[in-house]
């Protein structure tokens, strides 16, 4: 949801579609620079598969710092190693354009400000902080919602105000009598492992 993402420039990859061309062997027209923006599982697999793509600069942009990251500390201590760059505390704003191509990446450096619903302090854009990243490559992954359109009709299952669908966390019964939920529907993105282990 940043300025021009709409345009779909070249060079513009969403996370989850990234992945699925790079495990399905297609052909990818990688650039000199990427910005994976994002700190959880998805990102790091991003950037790392970006790097064995041959991405010579990968930089992940993460709008909290290295602490908060949801991706596995495996995960963000390997890509280090690998020589994948970190901008902490930054978000994203704007995507720079030049004759239908990426050229840049506008970013504003961010404050923790006062906690919010989940009890984490919220990042809060740092006035006249705003720098460019260079780069020909953005590759967003910051999580996915989850389509509720198929049990959004009367009588079925209360949703959150999280996008998510309400469940009991012991029994996985939803509001609606012989009907359960689980996987990320009800926890919101996490792994596959969990999702399995919420249908065992």
């Known amino acids: 949801r940043v300025e021009a993402e709409d345009q779909n ?10 992945l699925r061309s790079v495990n399905l062997g ?12 994002g700190g959880g599982n998805v990102a790091m ?10 991405v010579p600069e990968v930089v992940v942009v993460y709008r909290r710092d290295r602490e908060s990251m949801p991706a596995d500390s ?31 990446l506008e970013c504003v450096r961010m404050a923790l400000g006062e906690p919010d619903a989940s009890g984490r302090r919220r990042p809060e854009p740092l006035d ?16 996915q919602r989850v389509d509720l359109g198929c ?3 009367p009588g079925g299952p209360k949703g959150t ?3 998510t669908i309400e469940a009991d966390a012991d029994t996985m019964e939803t509001g609606v009598d012989g009907v359960f939920a689980g996987g990320d529907c009800v926890s919101g993105p996490a792994t596959l492992i969990e999702a399995m282990a919420a249908g065992m």
């Open 26 to 37: 297609e052909k990818l027209e990688v650039g000199r620079k990427a910005v994976v923006v």
């Open 9 to 18: 420039p070249r060079g513009y990859h969403p996370g989850v579609v990234f």
């Open 45 to 54: 697999d991003c950037a790392r598969s970006a790097l064995r793509l041959g």
């Open 128 to 143: 006249g902080s705003e720098f460019v990243l260079d780069c020909d490559m953005v590759i967003p992954a910051i999580g």
């Open 151 to 153: 049990v959004e009709e």
């Open 161 to 163: 105000r999280w996008g």
């Open 74 to 104: 495996v995960e963000v201590h390997d890509a280090d190693q690998e020589g994948i760059k970190f901008e902490f505390m930054t978000n994203p704003i704007r995507i720079l354009i030049e004759d239908g191509r990426i050229v840049g």
